[in-house]
Nanobody, 123 residues
Framework: QVQLVESGGGLVQAGGSLRLSCAAS????????MAWFRQAPGKEREFVAGIRWLGNTYYADSVKGRFTISRDNSKNTVYLQMDSLEPEDTATYYC?????????????????WGQGTQVTVSS
């Protein structure tokens, strides 16, 4: 059974940085396409960034140049480095896994999900 556990959320001022972590068990991250999504109150869950099993990355336009997704195979963990944070980035951030190893951006296409971690950016 695959389990994804996020951590690293918190409260930060606009312009600041946070790094989110997603620790995986039950599956090796290097054989698995993974992504970060986020959901703000009253809004739908949206794609933020993804990393395929081959290592190539892709981003939503809203975070391109500010966020970086990466992984550490030795720790079986995926990260989301978030810089130049804006109040609009405030949301619950979720880690997700796609067992078919695509470059997918819709939540329905992901098989495994973490419980989420809250990120709040104050102005």
């Amino acid at each position: 059974q695959v389990q994804l556990v996020e951590s690293g959320g918190g409260l930060v001022q606009a312009g600041g940085s946070l790094r989110l972590s997603c620790a995986a068990s039950g599956r090796t991250v290097s054989t698995y396409s993974m992504a970060w999504f986020r959901q703000a109150p009253g809004k739908e869950r949206e794609f933020v960034a993804g990393i395929r099993w081959l290592g190539n990355t892709y981003y939503a336009d809203s975070v391109k140049g500010r966020f970086t997704i990466s992984r550490d195979n030795s720790k079986n963990t995926v990260y989301l480095q978030m810089d130049s944070l804006e109040p609009e980035d405030t949301a619950t951030y979720y880690c997700a896994g796609d067992r078919r190893n695509g470059a997918r951006t819709t939540q329905a296409e992901y098989d495994d999900w973490g419980q989420g971690t809250q990120v709040t950016v104050s102005s």
